[in-house]
């Protein structure tokens, strides 16, 4: 081993010519080409190694501050955009709310002009109805007995605005107008325009009267009549079945419209 190293040591170039000659062989280099020629091109490849390297560095500084750059102006860009939309939503919000409450405002207005409209419609409507409904009593209590009486019941006392009270002196209902003979009462209701709930609040209050009529006239017979200045052909029909007498208006006076079959109820 020490006899090899000794020859590999003996082997290695001395000197600077030597070290060429070494390299010339090992590398192929040209004759023409001296050790400074080689140094130079080292020197040389150095510098622009180390050029390159600057140029890359500068490139890449260059463009990291453009797309920090970048980045920073499509931030501001976008808050921007951000604030815009947030100051559009907010307007948009701003005038509907405006609008809002003004439609509320003009609701509540034309409502409260529809209800004074209906209040004052109301009134004139309830004036009507009080004078229509005092005309058709009037008409009833005038011609109601001699109406009865052409069909055969002859009632000769009248009643008008009666309480019905019980045992207590409490009112338990308000009657139009009686019609009484010895054996008979007929009660009569009268209204304007009788409707199905007329209709079915009569005979809930016939029921009623009942015990009172027991009272103050034991053993009569109860009749009952309704009489309407404007009777629909239903409502005459729904008070025929309930047993009712139906009173109508003809001319000016009234009549007592008895329909072939009826059969009046007793209460």
Same mark, same amino acid.
């Given at each position: 081993?020490?006899?090899?190293?000794?020859?590999? &040591?003996?082997?290695?170039?001395?000197?600077?010519?030597?070290?060429?000659?070494?390299?010339?062989?090992?590398?192929?280099? =040209?004759?023409?080409?001296?050790?400074?020629? &080689?140094?130079?091109?080292?020197?040389? $490849?150095?510098?622009?190694?180390?050029? +390159?390297?600057?140029?890359?560095?500068?490139?890449?500084?260059?463009? !990291?501050?453009?797309?920090?750059?970048?980045?920073?102006?499509? %931030? *501001?860009?976008?808050?921007?955009?951000?604030?815009?939309?947030? +100051? #559009? @939503?907010?307007?948009?919000? %701003?005038?509907? *709310?405006?609008? !809002?409450? *003004?439609?509320?405002?003009?609701?509540?207005?034309?409502?409260?002009?529809?209800?004074?409209? /209906?209040?004052?419609? $109301?009134?004139?409507?309830?004036?009507?109805?009080?004078?229509?409904?005092?005309?058709?009593?009037?008409?009833?209590?005038?011609?109601?007995?001699?109406?009865?009486? #052409?069909?055969?019941?002859?009632?000769?006392?009248?009643?008008? $605005?009666?309480?019905?009270?019980?045992?207590?002196?409490?009112?338990?209902?308000?009657?139009?107008?009686?019609?009484?003979?010895?054996?008979?009462? /007929?009660?009569?209701?009268?209204?304007?325009? =009788?409707?199905?709930?007329?209709?079915?609040?009569?005979?809930?209050?016939?029921?009623?009267?009942? =015990?009172?009529?027991?009272? %103050?006239?034991?053993? #009569? @017979?109860?009749?009952?009549?309704?009489?309407? *200045? &404007?009777?629909?052909?239903?409502? @005459?029909?729904?008070?025929? %079945?309930?047993?009712?007498?139906?009173?109508?208006?003809?001319?000016?006076?009234?009549?007592?419209?008895?329909?072939?079959?009826?059969?009046? @109820?007793?209460?």
């Amino acid at each position: 081993m020490e006899r090899v190293k000794q020859i590999e &040591v003996s082997d290695r170039p001395r000197g600077k010519e030597q070290l060429m000659d070494h390299f010339r062989k090992k590398y192929n280099i =040209p004759e023409n080409l001296t050790l400074a020629d &080689v140094l130079d091109l080292f020197y040389s $490849n150095d510098l622009k190694a180390e050029a +390159r390297t600057a140029e890359w560095e500068r490139t890449r500084k260059e463009d !990291r501050q453009a797309w920090e750059k970048k980045l920073a102006e499509d %931030r *501001a860009e976008d808050d921007r955009k951000r604030a815009e939309d947030d +100051r #559009k @939503r907010a307007e948009d919000d %701003r005038k509907r *709310a405006e609008s !809002r409450a *003004a439609w509320e405002e003009k609701f509540e207005r034309e409502r409260a002009e529809w209800k004074e409209s /209906m209040r004052e419609l $109301n009134k004139s409507i309830g004036k009507v109805t009080n004078t229509f409904g005092a005309v058709i009593e009037h008409l009833v209590t005038a011609g109601a007995e001699a109406s009865f009486a #052409k069909i055969g019941l002859l009632l000769p006392e009248t009643t008008r $605005n009666r309480n019905a009270c019980d045992e207590d002196g409490r009112i338990i209902a308000e009657l139009d107008m009686t019609l009484e003979n010895k054996d008979t009462v /007929m009660v009569v209701e009268t209204k304007s325009k =009788p409707s199905p709930d007329d209709i079915k609040a009569q005979v809930e209050k016939m029921e009623k009267l009942r =015990p009172w009529f027991d009272r %103050r006239m034991p053993g #009569k @017979r109860i009749l009952c009549a309704i009489a309407g *200045a &404007v009777f629909g052909s239903s409502q @005459r029909l729904e008070a025929l %079945r309930a047993g009712f007498f139906v009173i109508v208006q003809s001319g000016e006076t009234v009549k007592v419209d008895v329909p072939e079959g009826f059969v009046p @109820r007793s209460w």
